[in-house]
């Protein structure tokens, strides 16, 4: 990069900055006078292009736009974990509790895809961990059907309620146990959840575990201790509604079978 070049970059960052034009006649410039601006530009312009056009362009370049991140922003990069978007938001004054159309906070959003460094930034800067959605799911709810350990963990350390309920009456072990987390199950176990609680329809997690083939999470749960007469709404034990479930299955399969063949 050429001396002159600089120069114009550095007279349109004094524009940018400081709203005003540094007047300099160059035609009419002695060579000396060339020579000795030269040496200032160096010195001073500079400096000047490394302080404060470098931070303009990572603002740029983190953001994709000058100007303050609206809350639009702010949601999407909570879901994308972009912590220094979140960062730029909470340092203007934006609302670290705003809610999408669905009720979901940012903590809700980046609870759900695992990103840990965001929900540790927006819980200290005073997200509110109890928050429902629109389906009465809390951030713990969100973080055990997203699947991450860390998030769940960093949750439980700000002291998320593991027994907390949804609209369906689902507790956070419930949601683990019907996505399949293994490891979060075990976690919320040793961490004091309910093993027994029931849903709306009065499942337990065993219940569900039994239902969807977690032989694993069958296997923690009943290792826990978990009931396995407790009945749910139907008069249902976790083995009877299994049972009642493939009785229907192949009911479903034999019945499909033979309209296949009259057909």
């Known amino acids: 990069m ?7 970059m550095s007279k349109g960052l004094d524009v940018f900055v400081h709203g005003r ?5 160059r035609e009419e410039n ?6 000795t601006e030269n040496v200032e530009l160096a ?3 500079k400096h000047t292009f490394s302080t404060s056009l470098v931070p303009l362009c990572f603002y740029v370049f983190v953001c994709g736009k000058i100007g303050p991140v609206d809350t639009a922003e ?3 990069a909570s879901s994308q974990g972009k912590v220094k978007v979140i960062e730029m938001y909470l340092a203007d004054g934006g609302n670290p509790n705003a809610q999408d159309e669905l009720k979901r906070t940012a903590l809700h959003r980046a609870s759900l895809e695992g990103h840990t460094a965001a929900v540790q930034m927006l819980l200290e800067k005073g997200a509110d961990i109890n928050l429902k959605d629109q389906l009465g799911s809390r951030a713990i709810h969100c973080a055990c059907r997203g699947g991450s350990l860390e998030v769940v963990k960093a949750l439980t350390n700000k002291e998320a309620d593991l027994n907390v309920r949804d609209k369906l009456n689902s507790t956070p072990l419930h949601v683990a146990t019907r996505t399949g987390h293994t490891a979060i199950v075990e976690y919320l176990l040793s961490s004091g ?7 709306r329809e009065g499942d337990t997690a065993l219940h569900d575990a039994v239902r969807l083939n977690r032989y694993k999470i069958v296997k923690l749960l009943i290792a826990a201790e978990a009931d396995t007469k407790i009945k749910n709404h139907v008069s249902f034990t976790p083995c009877c509604a299994k049972l009642v479930f493939l009785d229907h ?9 033979k309209v296949d063949v009259l057909r």
Do not use: G, P, Q
């Open 193 to 199: 959840a309910k093993i027994n609680s029931r849903d």
């Open 30 to 35: 002695t060579e000396k006078e060339r020579e």
């Open 43 to 45: 010195s001073t312009h």
């Open 21 to 25: 034009v540094c007047v300099h006649d």
């Open 249 to 257: 299955f192949f009911n479903v399969k034999e019945t499909s079978y």
């Open 74 to 76: 702010f949601m999407n």
């Open 2 to 8: 050429n001396i002159s070049t600089v120069h114009d």
